[in-house]
């Protein structure tokens, strides 16, 4: 056996950070990943009408503090400097997230300066209305809740910025990647030592004595043997429409109770630097519906409550009997993280594997 050939089971952005840093250490890489496609959920795909590049999973924007993440990634790809923005929409009016000076001033109809924000915002009636209007309606659609079951503490947690900065991210680093993500993915696995079989899922039958890197769902590597962790899931409801512009940015919130969807995504607004994509006639919408998951759909969010946590624990004592099998990802681990906690997350996995292994 060849001690120095890995597999690594997951073509997300997890797997493909461990295939590159194996395979530059000097490993063969087997890559593996169930569907037909590279990128798990930030996968896209072009519109080949108007060229929109389509987040087939949801809107995702790379942002980063960490310059180790930062450098990685920019060895692959060149970042569109896009900032991101999200807009609130509530009882007919729209608003600037996150909750900061400019939306607290269109709020409450005042013109507070930064100084006198905290204390207004320390007055519970003013928490209240806030809470009310922009987060219990929001909160209660994402997560399947009733309005009156949503934690009213919640707001206590909500930092309040006493300036006008709109800019929804407080990393250093931002953007999109200008050649669009699956270039990321592709060029991340464009290495000779690294295999790609695509279509092709991992099971445990299949665990020899190799080390195999495993970002698939925890629960369904060991046959759900023991249940299946919740998840919510999301709907997504994509709209082609015959203007340039529909909504002027790339995500609106729909905070209120009556539109039965939580965000509006539109997608040529993440390529402002594209002309000829932004001056196109059609644009392309996405209405984001969530929903509980059942077996079968896309899992999305991990639900976290004791159940699921006991849960878990029982997969990862089980895991733990196989000492070659390395679980890891949003999936393996039951755990959102974004795309640099979970590209940090791989950094972190290759460098343990080659320091037991040098
Ligand atoms: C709605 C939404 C929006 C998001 N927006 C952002 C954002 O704006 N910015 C940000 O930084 N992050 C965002 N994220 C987080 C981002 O999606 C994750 O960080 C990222 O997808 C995690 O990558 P991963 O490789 O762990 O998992 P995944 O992307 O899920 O990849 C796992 C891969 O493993 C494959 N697989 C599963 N089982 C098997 C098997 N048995 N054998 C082989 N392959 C298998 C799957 O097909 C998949 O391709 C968002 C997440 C959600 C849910």
């Not at 169930?34 to 930030?42: E, L, P, Y």
């Not at 590049?53 to 569109?80: M, Q």
């Not at 806030?130 to 009156?148: H, L, V």
């Not at 590597?221 to 512009?245: M, S, Y």
């Amino acid at each position: 056996m060849d001690n120095r050939q890995v597999t690594v089971a997951g073509a997300g952005i997890w797997g493909c950070t461990l295939a590159r840093v194996l395979a530059e250490a000097g490993y063969k890489v087997r890559v593996l990943e169930k569907r037909s496609q590279i990128g798990g959920n930030v996968r896209c795909e072009t519109d080949p009408k108007t060229g929109i590049e389509v987040h087939v999973y949801g809107s995702h924007i790379f942002h980063t503090h960490l310059p180790e993440v930062w450098k990685f990634v920019n060895r692959f790809v060149e970042f569109n400097g896009y900032q991101h923005k999200v807009l609130a929409r509530h009882a007919g009016k729209t608003y600037f997230l996150p909750l900061g000076l400019a939306l607290v001033n269109q709020f409450f109809g005042v013109e507070l300066t930064p100084r006198e924000v905290p204390a207004f915002m320390a007055d519970e009636a003013h928490k209240r209305a806030i809470f009310d209007a922009f987060f219990r309606n929001y909160t209660s659609k994402q997560w399947g809740k009733a309005p009156e079951d949503i934690d009213p503490t919640i707001i206590q947690r909500v930092p309040v910025r006493a300036t006008y900065d709109v800019n929804y991210f407080n990393d250093y680093h931002q953007g999109i990647p200008a050649s669009g993500y699956n270039s990321l993915f592709e060029r991340m696995l464009d290495h000779p030592d690294i295999a790609l079989s695509t279509a092709q899922a991992f099971t445990l039958e299949e665990l020899g004595t190799e080390t195999v890197f495993y970002s698939g769902p925890i629960d369904e590597l060991f046959g759900f043997k023991f249940g299946p962790l919740p998840w919510r899931t999301l709907r997504f409801e994509t709209e082609r429409l015959p203007v340039a512009d529909a909504q002027g940015t790339s995500v609106v919130n729909y905070v209120d109770a009556d539109v039965p969807y939580t965000r509006q995504h539109e997608y040529k607004h993440y390529h402002p630097e594209d002309k000829r994509v932004m001056g196109y006639p059609e644009t392309i919408v996405c209405r984001e519906y969530s929903a509980e998951w059942q077996p079968g759909d896309e899992p999305y969010y991990p639900v976290n409550n004791e159940e699921s946590a006991a849960l878990l624990k029982r997969y990862r004592d089980e895991a733990a009997q196989y000492p070659n099998l390395v679980i890891g990802g949003r999936l393996g681990q039951y755990k959102y993280f974004d795309m640099d906690k979970s590209i940090e997350s791989a950094l972190a996995t290759a460098k343990a594997y080659l320091e037991a292994h040098a």
